[in-house]
């Protein structure tokens, strides 16, 4: 197989993947307690594969997926095909990876206008006003 490839410029090599399979929990009859269907893949990046800010924003986005020693560790039983389990790995790092390509956008930080204050402190008084006439009123 080949590597994993996130856009034009980043490819994960096949080399940095080690995979395992083991038997997986849930449906599949006889079938689920003879086959390993559960794929495990675990991606230990070498510095240089991904770019420094991409990896940053990768820590942040996929911190349930790493290990203490900064290894990646993705796993996939929802198929009861191990070649599809493999694929749903793959697909879940590869996405992780693109999300983590663009940055976000910073926000613009805005003043409420003068009009949606205005409404504000209108409502507010409505509040008072009802809570007020509320109130039990003794003229003794």
Excluded: H
């Amino acid at each position: 197989m080949a590597g994993i490839w996130i856009s034009e410029n980043l490819e994960i090599p096949e080399e940095q993947l080690s995979w395992s399979f083991a038997r997986s929990s849930g449906p599949g009859g006889q079938n689920v307690n003879k086959v390993n269907s559960k794929a495990t893949l675990r991606w230990l990046p070498v510095p240089g594969t991904v770019p420094a800010a991409v990896w940053r924003r990768f820590c942040e986005r996929a911190s349930r997926y790493l290990t203490t020693e900064g290894e990646v560790v993705i796993q996939s039983q929802e198929y009861r095909d191990q070649p599809q389990n493999v694929e749903a790995c793959r697909e879940k790092l590869r996405s992780l990876l693109l999300g983590s390509l663009k940055a976000p956008k910073r926000r613009v930080a805005t003043k409420p206008t003068r009009a949606s204050k205005r409404r504000r402190l209108d409502e507010k008084r409505q509040r008072a006003d009802k809570k007020k006439s509320r109130q039990r009123r003794d003229f003794d």
